[in-house]
DNA sequence: TGTGAGTTGATTTTT
DNA sequence: TCAACTCACA
């Protein structure tokens, strides 16, 4: 009997819900009906008799699970099967066969905070300097290597890597705290259990057995140590099924390894692929855009995306002259169609690259009193306070967790300071303790002073009162807590505003704990809870229920779809980022993100860019992403945008008459807007351009000093005044007047290279700004108000030379930053 | 030891 | 720019 849930499926889609025995490889492009199919096949199989428990369903994230589970539960009513992240998968085996791999089960995960910390102290033990390497690198390289499972004792560094040498020494040390402390990091939840699988041959058996058909989602996602783990879940009962999308890979940073399927059919030679090719989401001229977009990457398995639906509007793509008419215009395009009653505002979303992006937006929205919500990485479970009282509950579960014991020692302050800290660390390495076993001998510590001895005893004591608390509801564990420690007459005390925030995120966290309770009441709840707080961030449910505008990072955008969708920053160093460049695999990547965020787009899609951005307080002339350069323009209106930014600064604008309630940003442009000829002499465009530019020089006074694109200053002043940018920028070898790189795009320039060098001549820096070079110690130098003085002393490069000063009229000395300062030689 | 001003330095993506 | 960190002072 075929079940009336499979009516509405295509062919392949059919064909890979009935797909049961044996490895299955759905290739799915974006908007495919991927987690319908999924979802149907899980049901199908559960329809013909497979127990559920048999069934395990990976994902990445746990937005892609939840909404997964919620579409089974209509499909399958009460069935459960095994379903979540792969994460959430490690950490639940890895509490059943802890001590197998030196833990104890009640182990904490450490998140990127405390696993930063561990490995500070790591840094510190091991005695390595920082001086050639941030914690931060060393981190990723560690990180790198656990998913690649390569663990302390393999790690051997890439010959002539310093950073990789310094790795290896830390490596080993930081294992041995997180160890130490019974904490895991998040890479360690598949190393551990990888590790775990490859040695003990009967418990992988076992598992592989009892999950006998194994699903994995966006499978292009999984790295080597998730590659393991599936694949010692799948020896005896092959039965793998795998979905993704080369073209979507978007964590190759992460340790993501596109092989894994890239090559799916060699390591199951007998696998049964499906494709799905037919988008159900987006206008044929905005599948046409992406599939033209990612034609260009070369790691890929070609598919022919094709869309039964309409043909739809041109992609818009729009060149701004601040990320501040970008913003505007966005949130007035928006305020137009929610006004017109057209859309709703969860019909809208704003995606970029960084979330330092987010900012003009936000401002923009609030000041036009759009809803918005933004999805952030982190948030709720990150904020200070919050993070204070986890640490708490992690040191009642366990507490030996060095991280959270360094971080609320003094929380609130109780007259243990940084010394004692370093003491009773040093202490606790010497004896190989945790901190709580070397804080306990605060009395045998020689190097503590009585008091501090005794504010440690008084801590310690604290701990193991709140420690009898272990099994009790989390609600009360926290509530015992923030009275017993202080916590919360601190801040009530305090008449720091942002502290009745913080009163107010307190109560937030125990409502949630007490709701945690009440799902949980025939178990000991906090250490299911500590787990959800470090492996589900806040946002993951964020989706859907309110009507507001969302923004946010490309990254996040995966898995979603929007009605209506702007793509801001479009921008050489934003996508592609900066840290891309010389990578060809890395900048296939940053392609994808690119494709990603496109594909999210269901009706309307605006692209865009602007002529100068803000970058670390410096306002930088912006080269647009030469991916726009690989989209098709018959399918696109490319158009810039007039400047909304008025002569005396766009705060005078506010309010005024010309800043009108029935400003419509779409007509305004459509009637103002040139379509950019294919090529055109000096203009109008030009001219009104010019004088902005001297505005801009006037507003911000700052060079362009480290432009990515810069060579290194000539050293003359004289060449160096402001041109019109028009000139700056344009192709000397194409011979138009044409500086707009639009105008490049549709003109001779043709690849990225050649904008790029295009745009490798010096850009007009600030009239009165020096290049920083050419100031040299003992110099005389001239100041416009100080006079004449004498350089005494100088250091740093570029942006950050800084030279000090000292000036005859009353030898008061002073620094410059010579990048922007005024001062000439003489 | 704790606090505030001043300085420096870093800027991606997330389980 | 802005946040984190340092250093001097209470």
Redesign the pocket.
């Known amino acids: 009997m075929t079940s009336s849930l499979e009516d509405s499926l295509t062919a392949a889609q059919l064909e890979a819900v009935r797909h049961r025995e044996g490895p299955l490889l759905i290739l799915a492009g974006p908007g495919s009906g991927k987690t319908r199919v999924v979802t149907h096949r899980i049901a199908h199989l559960l329809e013909q008799g497979i127990p559920a428990s048999q069934v395990l369903a990976l994902t ?4 892609a699970a939840d909404e997964m589970r919620q579409r089974l539960g209509q499909l399958a009513p009460g069935q459960s099967i095994w379903m979540g ?4 998968f490690g950490a639940f085996l890895l509490r059943r066969h802890a001590e197998r791999v030196g833990l104890r089960e009640n182990f904490s995960i450490a ?2 905070d405390d696993s930063r910390r561990i490995l500070k102290a790591a840094c510190a033990d091991a005695r390595v300097d920082l001086e050639m390497a ?1 914690p ?1 690198s060393i981190a ?1 390289a560690i ?1 790198w290597a656990k998913n690649n499972l390569i663990t302390a004792e393999l790690y051997q560094p890439r010959p002539g890597s310093a950073v990789g040498a310094l790795a290896a020494r830390v490596y080993p040390v930081y294992q041995q705290r997180l160890l130490r402390a019974n904490l895991v990091d ?2 360690d ?2 190393l551990h259990v990888a590790t775990l699988l490859r040695e003990n041959p009967e418990l992988r058996e076992s598992l592989d057995r009892r999950y006998r058909y194994v699903m994995v989602d966006e499978y292009q996602d999984t790295n080597l140590a998730q590659y393991a783990i599936v694949r010692s879940l799948s020896i005896d009962f092959p039965n793998l099924a795998v979905t993704g999308d080369p073209d979507q890979s ?5 340790g993501a390894n596109l092989s894994n399927i890239l090559d799916f059919e060699r390591d199951f030679p007998r696998v049964n692929v499906v494709r799905l090719e037919q988008n159900y989401r987006s206008t044929r001229r905005i599948l046409r855009v992406a599939d033209e977009l990612i034609s260009h990457n070369v790691r890929r398995k070609h598919k022919e995306l094709f869309t039964e639906n309409p043909e739809g509007q041109p992609v818009r793509l729009i060149e701004f002259a601040s990320q501040h008419d970008e913003a505007d215009h966005i949130a007035s395009r928006i305020q137009a169609d929610l006004r017109a009653g057209r859309r709703r505002a969860r019909d809208f979303a704003v995606f970029y ?4 992006l987010s ?1 003009a937006l936000e401002q923009a929205f609030r000041e036009q009193g759009i809803a918005y919500q933004i ?4 948030e709720f479970y990150q904020r200070k306070e919050v993070k204070d009282l986890l640490s708490y509950l992690q040191l009642v579960n366990n507490p030996a967790n060095d991280a959270a014991l360094l971080r609320v020692i ?1 929380t609130p ?8 800290v370093e003491r009773i660390q040093a202490f606790a390495s010497a004896h190989g303790l945790p901190l709580i076993e070397a804080a306990r001998r605060s009395g045998m510590i020689p190097s503590l ?1 009585a ?2 001895a005794v ?1 440690v005893a008084r801590f310690v004591t604290l701990l193991d009162r709140l420690r009898e608390l272990a099994t009790e509801p989390v609600a009360r564990i926290l509530e015992r807590l923030l009275d017993e420690t202080g916590y919360r007459k601190t801040l009530e005390g305090s008449d720091a505003p942002e502290d009745m925030d913080r009163l107010a995120n307190i109560e937030e966290l125990l409502t949630d704990a007490a709701e945690f309770d009440q799902r949980h009441p025939h178990e000991t709840p906090l250490e299911p809870f500590l787990e959800q707080t ?4 806040d ?2 449910d964020l989706e859907g229920a309110s009507d507001r505008v969302t923004l ?5 955008a995966k898995g979603l779809e929007y009605p209506v969708v702007f793509i801001v920053g479009v921008e050489q160093g934003l996508i592609p ?4 460049r010389e990578d060809d695999a ?1 900048l296939e ?1 940053e392609r994808r ?1 690119l494709f990603v965020g496109i594909t999210r787009a269901e009706a309307e899609l605006t692209l865009s860019y602007c002529q100068y951005r ?5 306002n930088r002339a912006v080269v647009p992403s030469p991916f726009l350069m690989e989209l098709p323009r018959r399918e696109m209106d490319v158009v810039t945008a007039p400047r909304l930014t008025p002569q005396y600064g766009r705060d005078k604008a506010r309010g005024g008459a010309e800043w009108g309630e029935d400003w419509l940003p779409t007509t305004q442009l459509r009637d103002d807007a040139r379509e950019l000829p294919m090529s055109h002499g000096p203009s109008e465009a030009q001219e009104q351009e010019d004088q902005h530019i001297e505005i801009d020089y006037l507003d911000e006074c700052e060079t362009n000093q480290d432009s990515p694109t810069r060579r290194p200053a000539s050293g003359s002043s004289a060449s160096r005044v402001a041109k019109p940018r028009r000139e700056a920028t344009m192709a000397p070898a194409s011979g138009t007047a044409s500086g707009n790189p639009l105008a490049a795009l549709a003109g001779k320039l043709r690849t990225a290279a050649d904008l790029a060098e295009s745009l490798d001549t010096p850009l007009p820096s600030a009239p009165s700004a020096m290049s920083p070079e050419v100031f040299a110690h003992g110099m005389r130098v001239q100041h416009p108000e100080y006079g004449v003085g004498q350089i005494v002393h100088l ?2 490069t570029g ?2 030379r ?1 030279a000090t000063v000292r000036f005859q009229r009353d030898g008061v000395e002073k ?1 410059f930053r010579l990048a922007f300062s005024p001062l000439r030689p003489m």
Request: cysteine-free.
């Open positions: 990445f994230t746990n937005k992240t792969f994460h959430r998140d990127v941030t931060e990723q990180s998040f890479d939840l598949l978007i964590y190759g940073w992460r690259r960084v979330n330092a900012r999805v952030h990485g982190v003094n302050t109780r007259g243990i300071g940084a010394t004692t002073n008091r501090a504010a470090a492996l589900v961030n946002t993951d946010m990072t490309l990254h996040a980022h900066e840290r891309s890395q990547e993100l803000v970058t670390h307080g410096m250091v740093g942006p950050k800084t620094k």
